[in-house]
């Protein structure tokens, strides 16, 4: 068998296939399907406080991992990925990281100021307040870049 071909031929498949299959299993355990708890009880999976068999109270990483966050799986990936780097790169991402940081931020800064002192700071442009624009703007989670003309 060639699983990890088959998963490669989806884009982002190696994260995005686990991640999926953790999503569906917890969403069909949590339908509490009588043919899967006698699985499970025959199994000898433990029983819950409300007296259900859940699939993946296993307990450690993989309970973890599976059953209650991605973030787990999101640590693991950056964790394998910075291992893989050295201190020189790491500082090369981290000037490159802290230029588009400053310049975003203090970009959006002007931005807010110039509407803030050409129209009312209240209504703004378009009813967006001065300080709407900047944290709109300087916004951290912000993927994409707000131009205001």
């Known amino acids: 068998m060639?699983?990890?071909?088959?998963?490669?031929?989806?884009p982002g498949g190696l994260m995005v296939v686990p991640l999926l299959l953790g999503a569906t299993i917890n969403t069909v355990d949590?339908?509490?399907?009588?043919?899967?708890?006698?699985?499970?009880?025959s199994l000898g999976a433990p029983k819950t406080e409300q007296g259900y068999y859940e699939m993946l109270q296993i307990g450690g990483f993989s309970q973890e991992l599976f059953k209650d966050s991605a973030l787990v799986l999101i640590?693991?990936?950056?964790f394998c990925v910075g291992s893989q780097m050295n201190?020189?790169?790491g500082g090369k991402a981290l000037k490159k990281g802290?230029?588009?940081t400053t310049t975003k931020y203090f970009s959006g800064l002007a931005v807010g100021l110039l509407l803030g002192s050409i129209f009312d700071p209240w209504s703004g442009l378009f009813g967006l307040s001065t300080i709407a624009v900047i944290a709109a703007m300087t916004n951290k989670y912000h993927t994409t870049h707000i131009i205001v003309f």
């Open 2 to 10: 060639r699983i990890k071909d088959t998963i490669e031929k989806i």
């Open 30 to 41: 949590q339908l509490h399907l009588s043919p899967i708890m006698n699985l499970l009880k």
């Open 75 to 78: 640590a693991l990936f950056i």
């Open 87 to 89: 201190l020189k790169i």
């Open 98 to 100: 802290m230029l588009l």
